[in-house]
């Protein structure tokens, strides 16, 4: 607290994770971060040698699944490579253990996770990544079709697990039926169609805890 005003001293915590910044290395080596050892140790609790590292702004740093960095005069903030090397991953790995799966339910579940990670990083600078994931995930199930149809030609393959969807001439399809028994398509979700919306920086000093401050988040929460 002492530092804080002149040292630009500043926490952003989640859960067990925080991040502190600081005007310069040498405050926050000498100052900080035997203060925080400090703290912790008070109470039992020592900080992580693997995960505590201090870094500039221009060399970036990853922080609950995402890259944050300073490039020239501006600060982005993207997905983290490790967050979409271990995406894909589970992507490659949910497709292969669903080797002779019907197209519909692989289709379902697949969805659920392309979904839920769009949600997650659609307010930062995710465009691009959108689209390298899709492409990955494009390539993954051309392996998945030509191991169950090894003896099939590519135009017979196309035209059983592909459609034109708007500008999406490949689009991952299945034939399902609904509870009235009519008949749909199953389209596998394209990352790249989430539009991305810009966070809203939280006011400072407002706190969820503060019933002075709940309709501000209310209207926040209308935002969203």
Known sequence: QRAAPRQKVYVVKYADDFVISGSSKEVLEERVKPAVAAFLRERGLEL??????????????????????????????????SAVKRMLRNIRELIKTNATAKTENLIRQLNRKLRGWANYYRHVVSKKTFAYVDHQVFQALLIWINRRHPNKSARWKQKRYFRRLGLRQWTFFSMFRNVKGEQGYLDLFSMASTPIVRHIKIRANATPYDPTYRQYFERRARIR
């Open 48 to 81: 992580s040698a693997e995960k505590t590292r201090i870094t500039h702004i221009d060399e970036g740093f990853d922080f609950l699944g995402f890259n944050i960095r300073k490039y020239r005069d501006k600060l982005l903030i993207k997905p983290a490579k």
